[in-house]
């Protein structure tokens, strides 16, 4: 290498200067999130608007972006180049000077002065820069196509055409109105998802997440298939707390997926089981993902409506994908994980208390009616005591590492807060130009010719726009765009949100982009294709079970308790029966024939029984063939054996 281009390579801030300072940022983030969940501010007598605290948050978030994140995705960060030191420099002097004018700045959006709208176009064009580093071109691109038809929305042509906006109020618009990037997205990142990511990131450095691990191991690694029942169980727990599929597979997947190729399961299946796990751990109650909490905000109603509603749905999403998993068990000959590594019951018992934090959560939820962050807050200092006074198998957790675990999360959670700030643009968009009401309007025209049509093209529109997004993306474009529609032509709110959200999610499992099964195909090994398809199949019940409670709110915990009870109980037959017909193997191998009789039976068990008038009767037909299959499949079976 000649000397000129050394020095070129080897110019900028070393490691040993630009990680400190990406450390405090990171751990600013978390403390200023923090103290505004906890209401710091208010106790000091301060009066701000929330739009100035978004700013600070999102300024130190995109600071971060640049001083950890290299230009290229692919490129390891060694030496931080003049460039980033300059964006990572004016993220914070265009955001501060937002925050320290702010009170003046937004009564003047409309008017468009320089000193309004060139902070503006900063602040945007650096967080769509900084969003880029963290997730890739995806979800740049299709902000940015809608930052086109704000500007030039008058030039389309039909019932699409919008009011054009010009780029001076368009950026004061986006970077000051509590409708663009400061809006809601941004207040539920900046409170609520913080506060659970260092809950988690807590629950992580102390040993949670080990003791999940092993409790999945003692619980589960006795049964047949035993190392995907842990990778299902574990990937469920860790899941709901790690706000993203692709993350919850690399940090489960590692352990697990190893564990199931050992048991026997070919690569591809392997990498399935745990994509599907991993991905419905953020529909899984009580914590589930970011997504939860920004529609609680959306629809207006506290976050436990939305885990009452979602947790029949995600209870039959897990018990579809234990069922058909352990049906592949049996079909394949697998056994149970040996004895010698299943972890003593008495270590793992030393682990129970980090149960406590999770009953803290739950209890200043329902019980206390506290907000997500203050409940979140009160399990994460659980996990802090208890940990430092009992530890787990013999280990407790230093006092630095606790202390750690505050970076952690600024890390943590600068990709989810780049998103909310950017999905802010989508709904200022919707909002200042009208085309939220010019899509509703043409998407309740289809349903107003047929239901049916409407739910497949939203279903359609729901998976081709989360391909390549992560999930905090995928909902916010969805409940802006789609749900509205579904809402219009009379479905309940909380079933068209929930639907959008299933939709969007099945993205991560659904080819040709289906980056979670893709990111499980590549720790197991197997072709990405094939583990996508078999996701697909191992994750069946999250394309037919939100068809159901959009007709039949019944699974979503609405109704009489003898319906809502009736549902559940035909929903889980059903899913049984399909799940084995998918397996092909019950108490013995199927023949087609006998595959397609489990799977007819098993879809009229499914339709709950307020679905339509007479739905009761396919409910019954559906049950009664059902286990009248499965009870002669046991009986063949032991006849066999006997003959055997």
Known sequence: ???????????????????????????????????????????????????QILAVILGLSMAVAFVSMPLRRSALRDRLPWYDAVAAIACLGAVGYIVLYYPQMVNLIFMGPMNI??????????????????????????????????????????????????????????????????????????TVVVAFILFGQLLNVSGGSNFFTDAALLVMGRFRGGAMKIAVLASA????????????????????????????YPSHKAGAIEAVASTGGQLMPPVMGAAAFLMAEFLGVPYTNIVLAALAPSLLYYVALFIQADLEAAKLGISSVPKSRIPPRSEVL?????????????????????????????????????????????????????????????????????????????????????????????????????????????????IVLGMGLPTLGVYVLLAALVAPALIQTGIEPIAAHLYVLYFGMMSMITPPIAMAAFAAASIARAAPMATGFAAMRFGWSAYVIPVLFVFSPSLLMIGAPLQIGLALFTAVIGVWLVSAALAGFMAERMTPFVRVLFGSFGMLALLPAGMFDGAWISDLVGVAGGLALIVTSFLRAARKSEEA
């Open 117 to 190: 709208w060139l902070p503006g176009v900063i602040m945007t064009l650096l967080l769509l820069e900084a969003l880029r580093r963290a997730t890739g071109w995806a979800l740049v691109i299709i902000i940015s196509v809608f930052l086109l038809y704000a500007l030039f929305g008058n030039l389309v042509p039909g019932r699409m055409q919008g009011r054009a906006q010009s780029f001076e109020v368009l950026a004061g618009y986006m970077a000051l109105d509590s409708n663009g990037i400061l809006g809601i997205p941004m207040a539920v990142a900046g």
């Open 237 to 264: 727990l860790f899941g709901s707390v790690s706000g993203s599929a692709v993350a919850n597979v690399v940090g489960t997947g590692v352990v697990t997926i190893p564990l199931i190729k050992r048991d026997g």
């Open 350 to 462: 030393t682990g129970l208390h980090f149960l406590f934090a999770f009953v803290v959560l739950m209890y200043a939820l329902f019980s206390l009616n506290w907000q997500p962050e203050r409940a979140a807050m009160a399990a994460a200092a659980s996990v802090i005591v208890t940990s430092l006074v009992l530890g787990y198998r013999k280990a407790r957790p230093g006092l630095d590492t606790i202390i750690g675990a505050v970076p952690k999360t600024g890390f943590s959670v600068v990709e989810i807060l780049l998103i909310s700030g950017a999905s802010g643009i989508v709904i200022g968009v919707l909002n200042v130009t009208g085309l939220s009401f010019n899509l509703t309007y043409a998407l309740v025209q289809i349903g107003a010719g047929s239901m049916i049509a409407l739910l497949a093209l939203s279903a359609l529109v729901c």
């Open 1 to 51: 290498m000649s000397n000129d281009l050394k020095g070129k390579a080897e110019s900028g801030l070393s490691p040993a200067v630009w990680r400190p300072i990406a450390n405090i940022l990171a751990t600013c983030i978390t403390l200023v999130a923090v103290g505004w969940a906890l209401g710091v501010p208010r106790m000091l007598g301060i009066s701000y608007y929330p739009q």
